[in-house]
């Protein structure tokens, strides 16, 4: 990708709170090589350190399918989408998730998810349940911790400088038995089967691309809960995603 489109550039500042995004924190502990072998795609990026608590704003890996040659193309964005018409940056801090039931009618989404879509690797997300006197952060994983792709829409904003800063979004839809008892959604975590599908950007048939955006399958996925670390951004090692004993104190997740 030319570095003028470099997701740095103009970076806002995240201010550091428990978030009520979902979703809005994730994990990509693993290095670049081993995402672009899973994902059969290939990067000019540099490799990157692990990543244990992404947060809106900040570069992220989004897989794209090249549209005239049969490969994926990884690169960096900006994790915010901000529509190619929008005036002011700002908006991309609170379109970091799209919902997958309404996304095709939203003015910021409908084009992007006609024949702008990727994947954006990932390793875990967080969530937060509500407890008595806070939150209690949770740790959500594909079977043991492996590689999966949320579904994501991109799109391209030019600067003032007329630099084009390319950003995405993660989608949602309903919460499958796992996320449940925590949120009230879920990100969409798409099915290795349907990522060719997804990111193929001749196909235009929203109602078709719109069936890949349903809960993960339950059965393949784990929660554990993890400290209170995660809530703060300047935290990013790999003890934001150790799994904590819960006090007695504390609500159970599955009382």
């Known amino acids: 990708m030319p570095h003028h489109s470099s997701p740095s550039l103009g970076r806002f500042r995240f201010q550091s709170a428990i978030i009520s995004f979902m979703c809005g924190r994730f994990r990509l502990s693993r290095r670049k090589q081993l995402v672009e072998e899973y994902f059969d795609a290939v990067s000019s990026e540099e490799d990157w350190n692990p990543r244990y608590n992404v947060a809106p704003t900040q570069p992220i890996p989004a897989i794209r399918q090249h549209p005239k040659e049969p490969l994926r193309e990884l690169s960096l964005m900006r994790w915010g989408l901000i529509p190619s018409w929008a005036k002011d940056p700002s908006v991309g801090a609170s379109m970091i998730n799209a919902r997958s039931e309404t996304a095709a009618t939203k003015p910021a989404f409908r084009d992007a998810l006609k024949s702008r879509r990727c ?89 078709a691309v719109s069936e890949l955006l349903k809960p993960y399958d339950a059965r393949l996925m784990r929660c554990y809960p993890v400290s209170s670390r995660i809530n703060h951004v300047a935290n990013d090692d790999e003890e934001c995603s150790r799994p904590v004993e819960i006090t007695q104190g504390q609500n159970q997740l599955f009382s």
Request: hydrophobic share 35%; with cysteine; proline share 8%.
């Open 119 to 207: 994947l954006i690797p990932a390793d875990g997300f967080y969530e937060w349940q509500r407890t008595g006197k806070g939150k209690q952060p949770y740790c959500f994983e594909v079977n043991d911790g492996q590689l999966f792709a949320f579904a994501g829409l991109w799109d391209g904003w030019k600067d003032s400088s007329g630099q084009w800063v390319k950003t995405c979004s993660i989608l949602t839809t309903t919460p499958n038995a796992v996320t449940s008892p925590v949120h009230d959604r879920m990100p969409v975590i798409l099915d290795p089967d349907s990522y060719d599908l997804w990111l193929d950007p001749g196909v235009q048939n929203v109602v």
